[in-house]
C-alpha cells in the first residue's frame, strides 16, 4: 500500500537553476518537483543532475514535504543517466520519480525495475519511491487503463496538455500552449481526455494531477483551470511559478462550509445506521452511503491539511 500523499499543488522547478531550487525550499506546495526534462536544456542535463544531487545532499527538506524528481522519457538519451546518476546517491530523500510522456505501460515497468535495481545496490528500502505516470501523448490516452495499473509503485497520473496539444495537432492559440487562451473553444476543450485518464486513475487507485497553467501572470484564468479540473476530479495541480501555490492550495482544499458539511453528513448517517436505515435526510436532500464517502474523503483531506498548517 502507498502512502496518501497531499497533493494539491505540484512546484515544477528548472533542475538547472540553483537560485530556483533554493528558493523552492522556502515555498508552501505540497510536492516540490525537481525536473531534468523540459525546463533543462540538451546540454545543460549533466550540470542539472549534479545540481539536483547537490541541493538534495544538504538535507532536511520539511518532512511534510514530497520531494520529486521528473526524469526525461524513456525514449529519450537522458533518462537511464538521469535514474542512475540522481537515484543512486539521492535516493533516500526522493519519494517519486515523475515519467514523463509514457505511451505504454512497458516503460513504467521498466523504470520499476531499474530502481529496484538501484535500492538493492545501495541499500535502500527497496520499493519506497513511488512513480507518477505523466499521459501526454495520444498514444499514452490510448493505454491510460494499461499505463494505470501496470506497477505497484504508481501513485497518480498527471495530464500535460502542451505536449497532449502537439500530440493530436490540435490548435494552439496561447503564447504558453499551457491551457491559456482557450476561450475560442464553446466548453472545456481537455474534457474528455482529462476525465479518461481521471477515470483510469481512481479505478486503480491513483491520484489523478492537472497540468499547469502556463499564464502565470493570469491568477483569475489559473483559479478557474483549478476549479475545472478540481470538478473534474483531479486532486491537484502542478504549478510553474511560486504566485501559483496559495490559488491551488486554496482550490484543492476543502472549505469550512465543505468540512462542517461532510461532519453532519457523517454523524447523520451513523445515527440512521444505528436505526436500522441505510438513507437519510438532511435539508431536503437524500444521504445514502455513497454520499458518505465522499464525505469520508473531504475529511480524510482535510485531516492532512490540518497537520501542514
Ligand atoms: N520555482 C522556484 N522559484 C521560482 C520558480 C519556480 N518554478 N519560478 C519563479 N521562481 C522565483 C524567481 O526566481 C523569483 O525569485 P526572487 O524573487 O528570489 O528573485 C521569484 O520566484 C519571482 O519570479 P518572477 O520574476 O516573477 O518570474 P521569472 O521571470 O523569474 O520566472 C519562469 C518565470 C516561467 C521562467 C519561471 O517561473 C520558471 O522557470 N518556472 C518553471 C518552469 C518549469 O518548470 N517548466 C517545466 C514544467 S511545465
Ligand atoms: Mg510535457
Redesign the pocket.
Known sequence: MRPFRLRRSV????GSSE??LR??KT?PADVIMF?LE??VPVDQKEQARALVNHILGEGKWDERVTVSLRINAMDTPFAYRDVINVVEPSGNVIDTIVLPKVNDPCEVKALDYLLTQIEMNKGYEVGRIGIEASVETAQGLLKVKEIAFSSPRLESLVFGVADYATSVSARVKGTSGHGDAEEFYPGHRWHFPISRMVMAAKAAGLAAIDA?YGF?RDLAGLRRSCELAAALGCDGK?A???DQIPIINEVFSPSEDDVERSKAIVDAYEEARKEGKGVVAIDGKMVDGATVRIATQTLRAWELISRKV
Open positions: 512546484l515544477s522547478v528548472p537560485k530556483m528558493k523552492a515555498l525536473d523540459d525546463s499547469p502565470f502542478w510553474i511559478h511560486p
